[in-house]
């Protein structure tokens, strides 16, 4: 089985802790003798888990170009989660994030940290043209990767469209729509679609959407935002609607 690495102490903390496939050791700075090292020398004895003490030239060649803080857990490379986790029929507070081409690693890194913070059920992306779960992925989201089902698909529309099939209700979000992401329904299964950074929602993925809507700009100096920004601007007005009632007005006068 291929393997790959797990680089920064948020991320290697969190595939101890919560991640389905356990690290099958965990290489450690030697210079590393703080207490951030030596709670996570502890965790890791608690799971019987090997803590090996190299070099950080070692750590370097291992990920090359990623900053691993001074540690990486060596995971199974193949831990994606299988397409027939999402073949269960929609239930209310099912959410599931699709990203469209997303290339950054950054980028996906950052939609999985939004995503693990208002519950995300997975996040589903294409199996060609897009990132994957790479170290500088895993890095980025800080340990969010190792909470949130991710799933790569072969063919995106056909599963947006089984997907509807199960109950859920797809909402795209392209830049040049019309409609605001406020002014419409985020409660009950839903699907939100992102597009990749360089083209966007592709025209298939559209137009198999039931709505597609977009966030508003002020002045429209600004034509659109990053992909992980605006996925936390959906993703996060999705957990407003479902889970925050409107404040009352506090009528009582001061003083």
């Known amino acids: 089985m291929a393997e790959t690495y797990i680089g920064g102490f948020h991320a290697v903390i969190a595939a101890i802790e919560d991640g389905g496939v356990k690290p099958r050791e965990i290489l450690l700075a030697d210079t ?110 800080a340990g969010s990767a190792e909470r949130v089902p991710v799933v790569a698909v072969t063919n995106l529309v056909r599963k947006l469209e089984q997907l509807k099939q199960l109950g859920y ?24 679609v992102m597009g ?15 709505r597609v809507v977009g966030i508003p700009m002020h002045g429209g100096r600004i034509e659109s935002l990053n992909v992980s920004v605006a996925a936390a601007v959906c993703l996060y007005e999705a957990f407003r609607q479902r889970h925050h009632k409107p404040a009352k007005a506090n009528l009582k006068k001061k003083g």
């Open 32 to 141: 590393r003798r703080d207490a951030r090292a030596e709670k996570l020398i502890d965790l890791a004895a608690k799971r019987n888990i090997t803590v090996r003490k190299v070099s950080r030239d070692t750590l370097d060649l291992r990920a090359p170009g990623l900053r691993h803080q001074g540690v990486l857990a060596a995971i199974e490379a193949s831990d994606l989660g299988g397409e027939e986790m999402l073949d269960l029929p929609a239930t209310p507070d099912n959410l599931i994030l699709v990203l469209d081409g997303v290339q950054d690693p950054h980028n996906l890194g950052a939609c999985l940290r939004t995503s693990d913070a208002v519950g995300v059920d997975a996040v589903v992306i294409p199996k060609d043209r897009a990132v994957g779960l790479t170290p500088a992925v895993r890095s980025a989201a």
């Open 169 to 192: 209700w797809v909402v795209g979000l392209a830049g040049e729509s019309g409609e605001s992401i406020y002014d419409v329904d985020l409660t009950g299964p839903l699907v939100i």
């Open 196 to 210: 990749g950074e360089a083209e966007g929602l592709r025209r298939l993925t559209r137009e198999t959407c039931d």
